[in-house]
T-cell receptor
Framework: DGGITQSPKYLFRKEGQNVTLSCEQNLNHDAMYWYRQDPGQGLRLIYYSQIVNDFQKGDIAEGYSVSREKKESFPLTVTSAQKNPTAFYLC???????????FGPGTRLTVL | AQKVTQAQTEISVVEKEDVTLDCVYETRDTTYYLFWYKQPPSGELVFLIRRNSFDEQNEISGRYSWNFQKSTSSFNFTITASQVVDSAVYFCALSGMDSSYKLIFGSGTRLLVRP
């Protein structure tokens, strides 16, 4: 079964803690992306990576960090510097630029 | 700068009605791609269609159809004979050189199909 997996589905965090969201794909896609979605709003790009060991900031990268050590994995760390981290986080991947992106099921992060 | 506008925040229809979701975009690129995604209550975005800027032919896929008009910078989506399972949030998106290949999403249109 090819696809994108994200874990966990729900995540609760105390203020001041860092937390890492997992994203794995077995589609052999080069590019991977992280988006944030707030209630009633569209998606905003946090980080993206077009090849292994390379990534770029998106529109709202402050308070987040990523790594791309393997083609199939693109974990996102939400740091304590992110002032309002409660949101729905979606990971996506695509073959090359311009091609359609395929999305994982998402992780809903709540800061207590 | 690139921008996607979905002016309809919410639409409510009765089952079997036809419904059109509007999408207007702005870009200075000559080569760009337009997309529609569906987000059901489960949250995962489902890819529906990609259209490149050189192909203005309308597309039909079952009950879904898309109307791309470069003259008005619009890429509208019509669902014919809507069903309750069509209830979801629908996003229009744009990708081009100007955005360094990133997808620029509209704010989405929430469609509610009532039985």
């Amino acid at each position: 079964d090819g696809g994108i997996t994200q874990s966990p589905k729900y995540l609760f965090r105390k203020e001041g803690q860092n937390v890492t969201l997992s994203c794995e794909q077995n589609l052999n896609h080069d590019a991977m992306y992280w988006y944030r979605q707030d209630p009633g709003q569209g998606l905003r790009l946090i980080y993206y990576s077009q090849i292994v060991n390379d990534f770029q900031k998106g529109d709202i990268a402050e308070g987040y960090s990523v790594s791309r050590e393997k083609k199939e994995s693109f974990p996102l760390t939400v740091t304590s510097a992110q002032k309002n981290p409660t949101a729905f986080y979606l990971c996506a991947s695509s073959i090359v630029a311009y091609n359609e992106q395929f999305f994982g099921p998402g992780t809903r992060l709540t800061v207590l | 700068a690139q921008k996607v506008t979905q002016a309809q925040t919410e639409i409510s229809v009765v089952e079997k009605e036809d419904v059109t979701l509007d999408c207007v975009y702005e870009t200075r690129d000559t080569t760009y791609y337009l997309f529609w995604y569906k987000q059901p209550p489960s949250g995962e975005l489902v890819f529906l269609i990609r259209r490149n800027s050189f192909d203005e032919q309308n597309e039909i896929s079952g009950r879904y159809s898309w109307n791309f008009q470069k003259s008005t910078s619009s890429f509208n989506f019509t669902i014919t004979a809507s069903q309750v399972v069509d209830s979801a949030v629908y996003f229009c998106a744009l990708s081009g050189m100007d955005s360094s290949y990133k997808l620029i999403f509209g704010s989405g249109t929430r469609l509610l199909v009532r039985p």
